[in-house]
């Protein structure tokens, strides 16, 4: 999917493996004040520090766990230079909430055995809730370079992770998990619908699912 104005080209694309860790950096920025991540890892003014280095660990390793079972890394590039990034999964994909062992050694170590689990446990959870949609795709990560908030950059992008959905004929739709209410209505507008209300923490949050329905002729 590309697009080209007067002054810019537009695509999205998968992304390339020198722009990993381009993206790892988008997505710290977008994802540093999240209150679920906040929460599991314990962050607090005083190991604000530690929480950071956990944090990075973790992107680091779901970013190469996604890589390494080739499920979709979508960005949105501006004259070939990322400026927007997705994480998506399929349901019926490898990569399960019980990660292959090696996955979870590595982040144990770096993000710790509690918060390990407890991030586990949150896939299961949401996994769990979706199992009536069958086969679909859940967006795990979706970040925009913080200079170019407010232009559009995340429409542009999830309206590419459309047709990445509908490209799968046993694809049902695509779902998020979102705990700010700004971001619901965001999604809200790209015609994701509230699904079910879940709770990680006493962090509260609201599950979306946007149903993928080809017009009939």
């Given at each position: 999917m590309s697009v080209t104005t007067p002054a810019d080209t537009f695509s999205v694309q998968y992304l390339a493996a020198e722009?990993?860790?381009?993206?790892?950096s988008l997505?710290?920025?977008?994802y540093h004040d999240d209150p679920v991540l906040q929460n599991m890892l314990s962050y607090n003014d005083e190991n604000k520090s530690v929480y950071e280095k956990k944090l990075r660990s973790l992107i680091?390793?779901?970013?190469s766990s996604f890589w390494q079972e080739k499920q979709p890394l979508i960005g949105l590039y501006r004259n070939d230079k990322l400026k927007a990034v997705a994480c998506v999964f399929e349901s019926n994909s490898q990569l399960q909430a019980q990660r292959y062992w090696h996955w979870r050694l590595?982040?144990?170590?770096?993000a710790g055995y509690l918060q390990t689990n407890q991030l586990i446990d949150k896939e299961q959870t949401i996994r769990d809730a979706l199992k009536e949609k069958g086969n679909y795709y859940f967006l795990a990560f979706i970040a925009v370079d913080p200079h170019f908030h407010g232009q559009g950059f995340g429409r542009y992008l999830l309206r590419g992770l459309d047709?990445?959905?509908k490209c799968n004929a046993e694809s049902t739709g695509m779902a998020v998990f979102v705990t700010r209410k700004e971001h619901t209505e965001f999604f809200k507008t790209e015609k994701f619908e509230a699904f079910k209300h879940l709770t990680f923490n006493q962090v509260e949050g609201e599950l979306l699912f946007k149903s993928i329905i080809e017009p009939t002729i």
């Open positions: 722009d990993i860790s381009t993206a790892a997505i710290y920025q977008a680091r390793e779901e970013l590595k982040l144990m170590l770096s047709d990445l959905v």
